[in-house]
């Protein structure tokens, strides 16, 4: 069972509009991540939190923002989407510090599938 | 650059048969890495996860193995299976951090 929900699935929205992709964690993991996948390519990385307060962007450059108010909830926002902005946005999310939990893998959700018109 | 590549991009066999994924690094100072299963449509499933210091991990009929020097690790799957049907990613931590570094995956495809 899923212990990383995303929500929606599936998005189909007009350019211009505001956006928020959400996901939560049932598992208390300090680290999440975002991730963009374009079909056939592989995933990359777009933002992460090691806890509270703690946002970075990752190695692709992306106009999406982050936010980490609660341990359990990432959600990801766009402020004005464009068709470039169509794709797939998966969220995963890991154990805290530590050398031992470091080596635990990332538990992901099911993703949210975007489409900009 | 670090990068990760697997190949082949996409392996179609029979039911029954055993087959090898590859994948490879080109930077080996890795921390661990990890493989993954992804279905259409859906989220990664992780299935082992290699630290930098072990050779292999199994797990039912997978096995992963890991040569830092060469850069590149093996995926094994014996007896396949039409349910192992899926993209199977590989992915590598540089750090403590966890933060990824995936390959383009390999689709495969097992025929009943």
């Known amino acids: 069972e899923a212990d990383i929900y995303q929500t929606p699935r599936y998005l189909v929205i007009g350019t211009g509009k505001k956006i928020t992709l959400e996901c939560s964690q049932t598992?208390?993991?300090?680290?999440m991540y975002w991730y963009q996948q374009d079909p056939g390519m592989e995933l990359h990385l777009i933002h992460y939190?090691?806890?509270?307060?703690?946002?970075e962007k990752g190695d692709l450059s992306s106009e999406s923002t982050v936010s980490r108010i609660r341990t359990e909830h990432f959600p990801l926002t766009l402020e004005s989407a464009r068709p470039s902005h169509t794709s797939q946005y998966l969220c995963?999310?890991?154990?805290?510090?530590?050398?031992?939990?470091?080596?635990?893998?990332?538990?992901f959700g099911d993703g949210t599938r975007l489409s900009i018109l | 650059k670090q990068e990760v590549t697997q190949i082949p991009a996409a392996l179609s066999v029979p039911e029954g048969e055993n087959l090898v994924l590859n994948c490879s690094f080109t930077?080996?100072?890795?921390?661990?890495l990890q493989w993954f299963r992804q279905d259409p449509g859906k989220g990664l499933t992780s299935l082992l996860l290699?630290?930098?210091?072990?050779r292999e991990q199994t797990s039912g009929r997978l096995n992963a193995s890991l040569d830092k020097s060469s850069g590149r690790s093996t995926l094994y799957i014996a007896a396949s299976q039409p349910g192992d049907s899926a993209t199977y990613l590989c992915?590598?931590?540089?750090?403590?951090?966890?933060?990824?570094?995936f390959g383009q995956g390999t689709e495969l495809s097992v025929k009943p």
């Open positions: 992915a590598v931590a540089y750090n403590q951090g966890g933060k990824l570094i």
């Open positions: 939190s090691y806890g509270v307060n703690s946002t």
């Open positions: 290699i630290q930098s210091s072990q």
């Open positions: 930077d080996s100072a890795i921390y661990n």
């Open positions: 995963a999310s890991s154990p805290g510090t530590g050398s031992r939990s470091s080596n635990q893998p990332q538990h």
């Open positions: 598992m208390g993991h300090d680290k």
